[in-house]
């Protein structure tokens, strides 16, 4: 009776023979999913936050451009004709700088980038310019 007892025992042993193993693989598989996942995660928010530091530089650039427009208190062709265009792409990559509707009335500026690799942005800003009473 000890005998086909422990012989019982000895097969079912050898029916799990492996499982742990199978186990502790598909733990190491579904972890190795959750890094993976996280990694995506965080190259997403490098790029979100690129985009967003690019986007927030150029409303600078276009707003700093329509005060210096303002407070010229001149004709906005004769500042317009004064700024390097140039410089831009010093601060941003592949950097446009744009002015149109050169009236003293209503001036509208266009900054744009694309980093490498990626899609073309573009920031408008507009404002209204009078002349100055004496």
């Known amino acids: 009776m000890l005998n086909s007892r422990l012989k019982m025992r000895r097969a079912k042993k ?9 186990e502790a693989m598909v733990a190491v598989t579904i972890f190795s999913m959750g890094v993976l996942a996280l990694v995506g995660l965080q190259t997403a928010m490098i790029k979100n936050s690129s ?14 451009h329509l005060a210096n ?9 004769v500042y317009i004709s004064t700024v390097d265009k140039n410089k831009i792409k010093a601060q941003l990559p592949n950097g446009t700088l744009t ?3 050169l009236t003293n009335s209503m001036v509208t500026v266009t900054v744009g980038w694309q980093v490498p690799g990626g899609r073309q ?4 800003a507009s404002s209204y310019l009078f002349d100055v009473m004496p």
């Open 14 to 22: 050898r029916g799990q023979v492996g499982s742990v193993l199978i």
């Open 51 to 64: 985009d967003n530091r690019f986007r927030a530089e150029a409303q600078l650039i276009a707003q700093t």
């Open 69 to 77: 427009m303002m407070a010229y208190g001149g004709d906005a062709s």
């Open 99 to 101: 002015f149109s509707a």
């Open 121 to 124: 942005h573009q920031v408008n």
